[in-house]
DNA sequence: CTACATGCAAATGCTTTGCAACCTA
DNA sequence: TAGGTTGCAAAGCATTTGCATGTAG
């Protein structure tokens, strides 16, 4: 897990994370490879995957571990938490604070060495609230 | 999405639910079918599968929505939170009270229409942490 | 009876991996 | 040149689904 590998700059590395910089849509694996195809025909997914995975355990991005299925991405590695939509599973930042004490009202009550947290907003953004109170 | 059939009392449906109620380590859909098997060696996983969704239509358990990757069931469904073993995924409750507030909070921030909140912790069970320390 | 449920197997969707060819330092 | 990296295809794993058969109400 730890990394120890020299790693190298590649053209795939750098356009997955130019590209990556331009959004703000925490978007997965697959969404970042249709993007970064563009600049790369011939890259594979595979690559970003790999490329995906190295890139955050080097600290150059963050891999979000929202409760939905698929991975997302996300260039901002400060510690914020998010709103998903239930319905199209837009992800945007949730503008609150990081919940600092939580962690020490837990410490005491049990067994587990804590190590953080995960907060997750669950909701509807405004287009899918909208097409919901047509149906 | 809702609930419009005549769901019927099956077997495989009470045995699923005698078994979920006897656990307190949120199991996943597999580990629920390894145990139920013993009571009905002819059952399906895919069964499972579905019965653990209708379950949980029924609000007779809870989906839990936590980050790892696979889905898991409590059959709690009390709005509680849980902490997370990076390393074995074992998942305890956490014993903190909902935060209740939180919703609040984000409610003039944010564009969502907010329907509610996960919140995990991430951390070492016992066992793990002791294994790291050997490392 | 009949609509719902089951078992089985095949299919799906996301992600990972083996491998030979290819680069970067 | 050596060791990391890529593209490709195949494999992996959790979960879902189609369908013929079975069964609860």
Redesign the interface.
């Known amino acids: 897990m730890l990394q120890e590998k020299n790693h190298r700059i590649t053209k795939q590395r750098q356009v997955i994370l130019e590209e990556l910089r331009k959004l703000n849509t925490h978007p997965s694996a697959d969404e970042i490879y249709k993007v970064v195809r563009r600049h790369l025909p011939r890259i594979s997914l595979g690559t970003v995957y790999r490329n995906l995975e190295v890139l955050s355990e080097l600290g150059k991005i963050q891999k979000l ?3 939905g299925s698929l991975k997302r991405f996300d260039w901002n590695t400060k510690k914020h938490y998010h ?1 998903r ?2 319905r199209c599973n837009r992800v ?1 930042d ?3 604070a990081p919940l600092n004490q ?2 020490n ?2 410490y005491k ?18 287009e899918c ?1 909208k097409k919901n109170s047509h149906n």
């Open positions: 571990e929202l409760s709103i939509c239930v945007d949730a503008p609150i939580l962690e009202d837990l009550a049990t067994v587990f060495e804590i190590i953080g947290h995960n907060l997750e907003f669950i909701g509807l953004c405004p609230s």
